[in-house]
């Protein structure tokens, strides 16, 4: 039998991302498995500082936006951008989903589709679990990144798109648009 034991999810701050993180949860906790929360921070976007409407939309209570505000330089960029995707997840993800598994989250600069495949690598993962759509990733990561992951990363890929449906415990059908909505 094939073992998964460690589920990497490249998360962009957006809501599309949160279709792969429910899936992803899903099957780490069928397969007791950790789910890797992978940001990539753009090269583009550190020369830059913290470019204007780059997380936009993450509602942090008064003292955890001070804190990440506060911080400053090239090293507390990374964990502000930890402290991003846990809010994210916190927000954009149902609390007894986040209850299920162990969660993770890595924060690495550079292009985006080398450092997930990269970070698949160093971590050993098992598989990556990502949604796919068009403009929203195009945005961030440039053209045809999930293209480029999954013909160079060295674990299975499975991209979801938004008009694709998945089975709940219910034996229900629903389309992973639906999960994205719910979740923003």
Sequence with gaps: MIAIKKILVPVDLSGVSAPAIEYAASLARAHDAEVILFHVIPVEKLKDGFAEGYGDGLLFSAETSMSVRRQSGFEDTYETKKQLLLGFLQQKIAPEVRKM??????????????????????????????????????????????????????????????SAEVRTENDERLQVKVIEQRAA
């Design 101 to 162: 598994v162990k969660v993770r989250a890595v924060v690495k600069p550079g292009r985006v589709f080398e450092e997930i495949v990269v970070g698949a690598r160093e971590e050993q993962s098992d598989l990556i679990v990502m949604t796919s759509r068009g403009a929203s990733l195009r945005r961030l990561f440039g053209r045809s990144i999930t293209e480029r992951i999954v013909r160079h990363a060295p674990c299975p890929v499975l991209s979801m798109q938004p």
